[in-house]
């Protein structure tokens, strides 16, 4: 189950949330 947590999948969803909180900071900006 470990590799699982390893998968891009599980990383996936981590950096839509750092992308939705960039862009309430302003970083769309960029």
């Not at 590799?3 to 949330?17: D, H, K, M, Q, Y």
Request: net charge positive; glycine share 6%.
């Amino acid at each position: 189950m470990p590799s699982a947590v390893s998968t891009p999948s599980t990383l996936a969803p981590s950096v839509l949330v750092v992308r939705r909180r960039r862009s309430r900071l302003g970083g769309r900006r960029r």
